[in-house]
């Protein structure tokens, strides 16, 4: 592949990751929305709460953000927010914290309209769409986690961050779950920081001048919109994950975004381009398929980083890197290994989808072997680029992701 193809593609995975992302506009409307239910919450009278701590979340904290889609159009981006009750675990039981955080919402009467039914975990709000976006934000109660269960942790600093979360079982009672989502964003953000030293003075610049209406100053321009190619590299495979599987047998054991994100994070290599970073994930995902075979056999680099771990027992361990014990791939031996033969299924359409097809050195061919995986979005992201196109806009197949999975603990 020469030099200038690899530009070419290189920049072709770039826009199709920021068409795939949430747009500045909408990203300060989704901020100005968590906050104000955040400050209804806090206003609210809870006897014995002095605090409660808000933050985001998930995929939108970490700037992975990719906006779903469902019956073959644009779905609602999924907003997450931790709304974590400074109080002891022990002087509330995790039903009465999560029907006091309802309690609460239903009292404002704009957000009682769009209230939906109760979740396991959180409280849900429907925004309607504006503009053809729509929101959901997922309120989670949550409080701090007793220390014996913190002390379990891997890093101190980390693990002080470790929150009890709320879980209503299927015969309604209610639990406590240890998670971290908070000590995972700042895992992530210590891998990711020196890549995002290198752009941001330029994605800054480059935001500011296209979104001078909202910004009033560079210094305005939120670090969130800033990506690094790692950050794209992830974008890019979850929306080819949510492509791939679509009415496939193996739909419901689809990699969980949590262990993409995961093992992206472990094996970048600090790549300049998304294209570079994506070469590395995928052929390194490759190679952990000899895990499937009874007699595998893995290099020693792959072994020492402990990515995929598959036991003597045939269980398999995924950990989570700011929980030892919840294990990601905790279930992947069930059904003759079914989630794990879903998963290097995957790792192989990837490399065929997205690297492979690079090495025929035709821009044209390279071109229409993405629109064929992400649709629309790789058509306009083209036309900017002013590469050649098909003459019809290939929409993006049926998907039907009913429940996506939350990073909130196992």
């Known amino acids: 592949m020469t030099i200038e193809i690899e530009s070419k593609v290189s920049s ?6 920021s068409r795939l992302d949430i747009s500045p506009t909408k990203y300060k409307q989704a901020v100005e929305r968590y906050t104000a239910v955040s400050s209804w919450i806090a206003e609210g009278d809870f006897e014995g709460v002095e605090d409660i701590h808000f933050y985001p979340q998930g995929s939108f904290r970490l700037g992975t953000v990719v906006r779903p889609i469902k019956n073959g159009q644009d779905a609602d981006y999924d907003i997450d927010l931790v709304s974590e009750f400074q109080i002891s675990k022990d ?13 609460r919402i239903t009292e404002h ?17 429907l925004y309607a769409e504006e503009e053809g976006v729509g929101f959901h934000l997922d ?4 409080t701090p986690e007793e220390a014996a269960l913190r002390n379990h942790l891997i890093d101190p600093r980390i693990a002080q961050k470790a929150i009890a979360i709320t879980h209503k079982n299927k015969n309604r009672t209610y639990d406590w779950y240890c998670s971290n989502p908070s000590g995972y964003a700042d895992w992530f953000d210590d891998i990711n920081k020196p890549a995002l030293d290198i752009v941001k003075s330029v994605q800054k610049r480059n935001l500011f001048e296209t979104n001078r209406e909202i910004y009033a100053s560079i210094d305005e321009v939120p670090e969130a919109l800033l990506k690094t ?3 794209r590299a992830i974008q890019i495979l979850k929306r080819h994950r949510d492509v791939r599987f679509i009415n496939h047998p193996m739909a419901l054991d689809r990699p969980i975004s949590m262990i993409i994100t995961t093992l992206a994070a472990k094996l970048y290599n600090g790549e300049p381009t998304v294209l570079l970073a994506l070469r590395n994930i995928v052929n390194q995902f490759d190679m952990l398929s000899a895990l499937l075979s009874s007699d595998y056999s893995l290099n020693k680099s792959l072994q020492t980083q402990s990515l995929i771990t598959r036991k003597d027992d045939g269980t398999w361990v995924i950990p989570n890197p700011v929980n030892p014990n919840e294990n990601f791939a905790d279930r992947w031996h069930e059904n003759n290994n079914q989630k794990a033969r879903a998963f290097f299924q995957w790792a192989s359409w990837v490399k065929e989808d997205i690297v492979e097809i690079i090495g025929t050195n035709d821009v044209g061919k390279i071109v229409k072997g993405y629109e064929t995986t992400f649709g629309e ?3 306009n992201a083209a036309r900017t680029l002013g590469l050649p196109t098909s003459a019809a806009v290939i929409s ?9 999975n939350k990073p909130w603990g196992n």
């Not at 072709?12 to 990751?17: M, S």
């Not at 002087?91 to 309690?103: A, C, F, N």
């Open 91 to 103: 002087s509330m039981t995790p039903e009465d914290l999560k029907q006091i955080v309802g309690t």
């Open 377 to 379: 979005v790789s058509i």
């Open 12 to 17: 072709l995975l770039d826009g199709i990751a």
């Open 229 to 231: 190619p790692l950050q």
């Open 109 to 125: 009467e704009k957000y009682r309209k769009m209230l939906d039914e109760e979740g396991r975990r959180c409280w849900t709000l």
């Open 396 to 404: 993006p197949p049926l998907v039907q992701i009913s429940a996506p």
């Open 139 to 142: 309120v989670l109660p949550a």
